[in-house]
Each structure stands twice: as C-alpha cells, then as structure tokens.
C-alpha cells in the first residue's frame, strides 16, 4: 500500500471518497502517530452531524433495529454512518457479533458506511477513541451518525451517553425483569424501544417499563439534568420543560413502528435544539475533553523530566509506607526539596 | 460538638476508639478539608488489613452472605470491618436498602463495624472515598474488611476489583440466565458463589456458570492477568499457576456452606501470598493512585493560573470551531504564544 501523507487523507475524505474514510478511521482507531495532524485538520468540519446512541442488552435486536432505522432515514435521502461497539466480555462475544450479520442488508447503498470497533485496546480509552471515530465520520459529512453498543459495562455507557438522542432497547420475554434497569442503562434513555413488539408479552414489558419511569422521574431529573437544574435554581423557575420517555414499540424485523420511533427522534431533536440543551451539552463534552487532555499531557510533561528509576523508587517507598501518597506526589513536583 | 484536631483524632482511632473512627470516615467520605492530612498521617499504618470485595445482582442474598461470613469470622477471632456501597440508580434503591437492614444481627459487637456509603456525590470518584475509607478502617486495626456493592455499574465494579478476593454472588430463580453476565462482572470473580443452594434449581445455575467459566477460562487469564502474563512473555514459561475459580454453594440464612467458603478465601490468600501477586496488585494499584493523584495536582495548579474567562473563551472557540482540542490544550500550557 502506498504511503499517504495525512494532508492528501484528509482532502481525499472531505471530497467523499469512501476509501480514505476508511484508511482514516483506522489510523484513528489505531491511534497512529499521524491520527493527530488528521483529527486536528479535521475538527474545523465537525459538529455538523445528528448523533443517535443505541444501547439494550444482548437479545433485544438491536442491530436489527439500526438497520430498519437506516432503511427509514436513507429513504429521507439521510446518509447515515453506523459505529458498531463489540462488547468487551469475553462471555457474550459470539451473541453480539451474529447480529452484527443483519446488517449486510445495508451494504452496497453509498449512502451508509458502517464501522465495527473491537471495545479492547484503545490506549486513550474507548469512549475517546469511539468520539474520534464519530468525528471522522462527521466531517466525512454523513447526516446521522448511529452509535450501536451493548449496554454492558460503564465504558460502553459513556460512549452512548455522548451522542445527541440515546435509545434504549428492551424486549419482552428476556426474562421478568427489565434488561435495562439491571444494566443501569434505563435513566440514560431519552427514547425507550420496545423491540419485538409483536410478542404476546409486550404489554407486560411496557406496563414494568411505565412503572419504572414513574418511580425513577423525580430522581431522574435532578441525577440527569443537574447541571441544568443547577442553572435554574437562583431564579426559582424552571427554564425548560422535561419532557416524559417517550415508550415506542417495534418490530424492527418487519419495520413496524420504525417511523414513529423517527417521529420520536425528531422530536427530541427539536426540544434539544429550541431549549439550547444540545449545545450546552456539547459545551459541556467539550470542556471534559479539553480537561482530560490537560490531565494527559501535563502528566507527559512531568514524567518525561523523572527518570524510571526515581518512579519505580516512590511506588517501592508507597508499597513499604516510607512516604505517603500525598506526600509522594509533591516530591515529584518539587524534586528540589529532599523527601522527608 | 467539640472540635477535635485531626491529630487527636488519628491518636484515638489508633488507640481503637470507634466514636473517633465514626468521625475521622464522616471526615474522609465528605472529603472535609482536614482528611488530606489525616489520611497522609494514617497511611503508616495501612495495608495490613485483608480485603474482601462481594458483589452481586440485587436478590442474591448478599448482605445475609456479608453477615454470615462476619460471623464465621467473628469465631476466628477476627475484627471485620464492613463498608456497604449502596447503589447508584435511582430504580434499585428500596430494595438494597432492605437488605442492609439484616446485618442488624452484627450490632453490639465490638469487633465488628458497618459503614454504609452513598454511591452519590463523591467529588474525586466513589472508587477514591471508599478506598480512603477502607484505608482508615485498615489503620483502625481490623483483620478483615469486607466491602459489598451492587454489581451494577463500573464504579461499583471499581471497588470490588480494589479487593484482595472478589466474591461474586449469584443465586438460582432469578430468571433464566446469569446475573452476573448480564451486569459483566463474572469476569472479575477469584470466587463464585452459588447462595440460597437450597432451591430445587441450583445445579441449573451452577452448570450454566461452569459452562461460562470454560468458555471464558483462556480470554479471562489473558485479559485479568494481562499485566502478570505480560511479565512471563520474555521467558516463555507461566509464572504463576492459573487457579480455577471455585464455585461454593450457601445458604447463607441458616449458614450452610459459609466455613467451605472461608476456607476458599483462605485459599485465595494463600494464592496470592505464596505468589508475590498480592504485592504486584499493590503495587500497580498504588502507581494508579500516584498518577490519578499527579493528574489532578498538575491540572489544579495549572487552572489556578489561568483566569476562568481565558478558559470560559477557549471553550467557546472549541464549540464555535475556531480551534481545535489539540491546538487548544498548548494554548493553555504555553500561554505567550498567541493563539493563531
């Protein structure tokens, strides 16, 4: 393969070429040293895409569901790109992957590009390497990007959370319980699916489902909305009306209920728009990201200036309690003064 | 209420005074100003205490296990420290709290403390308090802390990983599958136990597990002990001998199979002592908690210098696409240079 400069990637992306898409999220996924000189070349072009984060237990049909979803929004003339999270257990693996199968349905339509990411193995983290991705694909000028993840496990929270409308999905007959609520996954939702709605026990699910949102409203709000709230709270009135969980049904194997789960998304579009919510959010991500890339390279800085040895030596005196933690780290900050 | 100088303070928990043990966790949950130091001058006496995580699915029984195994502790002359995480979600609430309500059988008992912690509200991270509050309750002499937490959530999954031995609870008719799949933490268990074995479908359950425990057996050693496998890849040959992890059946209310499991735990220990891992999982915890330690230091005396306004304008040129987060963050650390 011929060596591309970063520079020639870029351009050839924005010019559409699905090729050097491709070739970039890898680079990105990898986090290759020129991954960057791309994301920073990149970045002027993003912000422009709608983010929908799909996240339920194994079994509830999720990527069936992406797929109806992406059929219903290409016939709106949406391009869509799909980022598929594989799970980390090990134990579920083989489930997940045989879904992602469903998606062939999908292929050969240039308006849909689809990435599978492995969750394991993202130095930075797989929330940061997945926004990366999501970035890519942005400035690529995809309409809608779908973010697909198992929700098991806070990393794969984190990476739905980011998006601008999260769905979660359920089924009936996984069992009596609600998958979601044991995932902690149910207060991330701003959607609620009830997928395989065709089952005789969708009416269980829903009523457990409505059940669980009456208990969890006022705790949702203040836990969901508190920086919001927090805003509110000086004037004494609130300054947007929270709106309920919309509960959609669905049969995303036959597209049942699929465009009124898009009615839904568009709805939440709007509400996050006219109250101002999707860029206080997005101000928020913003200010976390620029947070832990401070953290990131200040720490480089420093442990750049301190010899291995003199590391290894402090963790040694931590393990045999000669220094506290505290204390150990201002010896590395002040290495002029002698350790007590 | 007087107020107590942390020295005397410290000086009276050393002594095995509990009202100040009450107080000197009161200050280092709330992360009052005065634990920093009173933490600096407790870390000599640490790490002497044995630690032992438990978590499990909500209707597993653990809090009767918790009991159970404290006093099966209690006949060995052991002091048992108890930190009892409650949950995070909203939707889970009731019920654990319920639960807490067993361990009333412990109180009056001198060797044992209980403190329950709220999974909300902890400025550095739930991980960070409750590994403060395990240190002081290590400092305050107890043989053994246990810690208990819901499985739900990667925070929750945080501090039991922090533990010597991680117990993870399961128990038969909580619906067809494993709970602890669901939640992702089979992975992290040195034991499984099988609890409230006295129903009719726990060879059911324990099967399914065993079935689990072969199938991720090789992608659990690899990625549990990636660390330690990393280290014997230069030689060629294992280091340490891979233990199966045991499967012990309870019925923790009437205290059947307790002593099989303490016995298990004494194994464990064994394991882990005899083959240095203890020490490396010290370690590497403690390197962990150096640089989380350096991040946040480093990160606070650079903010301190930079006027919020500075900081409040780079943001919004990040949202306005104006700069990019790289370009963003040498701005910050080389403020004379001119943003372009």
Redesign the interface.
């Known amino acids: 393969m011929l060596k591309t400069f970063p520079e020639t990637l870029v351009s050839q992306l924005l010019a559409g070429n699905r090729r050097a898409l491709a070739r970039t999220i890898t680079a990105v996924e990898n986090e290759a040293p020129e991954s960057?000189e791309i994301?920073?070349t990149l970045?002027?072009?993003?912000?422009r895409a709608y983010t929908i984060g799909i996240t339920g237990?194994p079994g509830t049909g999720k990527s069936c569901l992406v797929t109806a979803l992406t059929q219903h929004l290409r016939k709106q003339n949406k391009t869509v790109g799909i980022i598929a999270v594989d799970p980390?257990?090990?134990?579920?693996g083989g489930a997940v992957l045989g879904d992602r199968f469903r998606m062939r349905d999908l292929s050969g339509d240039s308006g849909v590009f689809i990435r599978s990411m492995a969750s394991?193995g993202h130095l930075g983290g797989l929330a940061r390497t997945t926004y990366d991705v999501m970035r890519v694909m942005d400035a690529a000028g995809f309409d809608i990007i779908i973010i697909e993840t198992v929700g098991?496990?806070?990393?794969e929270?984190e990476i739905v959370k980011a998006a601008d409308t999260t769905i979660v999905v359920e089924a009936p007959g996984l069992?009596?319980?609600i998958?979601a609520?044991?995932?902690?996954i149910?207060?991330i939702a701003d959607i609620l699916v009830v997928n395989k709605a065709d089952s005789p026990l969708v009416q269980n699910t829903v009523r457990a489902l409505k059940a669980?949102l009456d208990?969890?409203h006022r705790?949702?709000l203040v836990?969901h909305h508190g920086q919001l709230m927090a805003q509110t709270d000086s004037t004494g009135a609130p300054e947007y009306d929270f709106r309920e969980v919309p509960i959609i049904q669905t049969v995303a194997i036959n597209g049942q209920g699929i465009s009124t789960l898009v009615e839904a998304i568009d709805a939440h579009r709007s509400y996050l728009a006219e109250n101002g919510i999707r860029?206080d959010r997005?101000?928020a991500r913003?200010?976390g990201?620029?947070?832990a890339?401070?953290?990131?390279?200040?720490?480089k800085?420093?442990l750049d200036t301190v010899p291995d040895e003199t590391f290894d030596q402090?963790?040694?005196s931590?393990?045999a309690?000669q220094i506290?933690?505290?204390?150990?780290?201002q010896s590395?900050?002040n290495p002029q003064r002698p350790l007590s």
Do not use: H, W
């Open positions: 960057v994301l920073k970045y002027p072009y993003t912000g237990a980390t257990s090990p134990f579920t394991r098991a496990g806070q990393n929270v069992g009596d319980d998958q609520i044991k995932a902690g149910l207060e669980m208990l969890g705790q949702r836990a860029q997005q101000r913003l200010q990201e620029l947070i890339r401070l953290k990131e390279t200040l720490l800085n420093l402090l963790i040694e931590l393990l309690r506290d933690p505290v204390s150990a780290v590395l900050l």
